[in-house]
């Protein structure tokens, strides 16, 4: 679409650097978020230009930390989109109960809250216990915050509507306690999630899994890191494996559809043939 | 102030069309969209701010009124004619190669979908060639977006604010972006019914 400009250029620019210095590979994320996103970290760090960001951020690693937090900033919800849990629980739960033992991976967990949504299904489910979760992200920060599971107290309402229209069993409060204006999950689901720095973009398959969700992660990844990605999550599946996917991606137009069916009609719930 | 509809003067024929709104906009968007015809060869892409947790009724509601096709994309979908609503909880982008992204980054000044990150991104990959409507609404989302589209050389069309259920956002829409055409939601659908053929004998 004709020639680059000047703010094409510095941020292809920006991304190899970051690539070249710390490993951590943008280069094939949508271009149109990014965008928003690095201009909202350049205004905020406080560089006229991304060029100059670029400069600050090879020379400091500081700088590199702040902009990640601004490169990882999505905000879910607990039991987002409650259908899909309770597809989960209706749909899925019955096969995994003859499993002796679990692993799931949530991939790209950010600050969480997916996780914690699944791990409190299995606990309602009686499966938690002989469950490992892997929850993984590229951002350190986010993991910290994942693993600390505290959310702020006006999120709850919210949690806990979305937890009722998911199927909940009980009371969402059983699973948390209150301090000091913040929710904090229980240390005992905690107990069964390893956190751990993963990249769907860089890194390979380090596990065999029998439920692999990465929701709202893809959309952030243009069509060739999508199909990396969707590689990495098949090749982590068991056969006949499940793969949860967000309300609005879908496996509809990967060279990976073949490999998977439908597990329920307009939930993005499949299974691995 | 403003003396009634202005005439449109931009006279070239538009490749996309964006739409945004609040409250009072499910009405306005009745008058407009019902009145497009199914010819018009362009994608109609509509941000309306509505509670993130209900299940989007929208396409529901409009495509059994609308003589072009109706439905919410996919993320990465190319935009096709037709109109498109953007899901609840999910900002809706353009991408260059004229195909959705979605994101669940935070709410951009309290909103997602926001009125002014559709059109940004619209705006980068549509450029002169791009129709904006802002409508009735009761804050400012649109009026940022609105002026990037009137920088880039597009179109923006607003809400006779005096025909607004809520008049903040058509307001803020034109002292931010100077529209080239504010009228009622008919006469803006009319502007738009030519939006493909506008500036051609």
Known sequence: MGAPTLDDIELQLLLEAIFLRYHQDFRSYSLASIRRRLAAARDSLGFATLSAMQDAILRDA???????????????????????????????????????????????????????????????????????????????????????????????????????????????????????????????????????????????????????????????????????????????????????????????????????????????????? | MLTGPSRPRSLRPSAAIVMGGSAGAVEALGVILPALPAELGVPVVVVLHLSPRVPSLLARIFAPRCALPVAEPMDKQPLGPGIWFAPPDYHLLIERERTFSLSIDPPFRWSRPSIDVLFESASEAYGGSLDAVVLTGANDDGARGAAAVRQAGGFVLVQDPTTAEADEMPLAAIAAAAPQFVGTPAEIAAVLAAATTRGQR
């Not at chain 1, 949504?117 to 920060?141: H, K, Q, V």
């Not at chain 1, 982590?236 to 494996?241: I, Y």
């Open chain 1, 62 to 273: 500081r700088v590199f930390a702040a902009l990640l937090q601004f490169l990882s900033v999505q905000v879910s919800d607990l039991f987002r989109d409650p259908s899909f849990y309770r597809a989960l629980r209706q749909e899925i739960v019955p096969v995994l109960r003859t499993y002796p033992s679990l692993k799931i991976w949530i991939a790209g967990c950010s600050r969480g809250e997916e996780v914690y949504s699944f791990a409190i299904l299995l606990r309602e489910e009686g499966l938690l216990d002989r469950t490992i979760l892997y929850a993984t992200d590229l951002n350190p920060e986010a993991l910290r915050e994942a693993e600390a599971g505290v959310y702020p107290r006006e999120r709850v309402p919210a949690f806990t509507e979305n937890h009722r229209l998911a199927g909940g069993k009980g009371s969402l409060s059983s699973h948390y306690t209150a301090r000091y204006g913040a929710a904090v999950f229980d240390r005992a689901l905690r107990k069964q999630i390893v956190f751990s720095d993963h990249s769907l973009a860089t890194d390979s398959v380090f596990a065999e899994v029998h439920v692999a969700s990465c929701r709202n992660v893809l959309i952030y990844f243009d069509r060739a890191l999508q199909e990396r990605a969707l590689g990495l999550l098949k090749g982590s599946l068991v056969r006949r494996g499940f793969l949860g996917l967000g309300a609005k991606e879908s496996l509809h137009s990967s060279e990976h559809a073949a490999e998977f069916r439908e597990v329920v009609r307009g939930e993005r719930w499949y299974q691995r043939c």
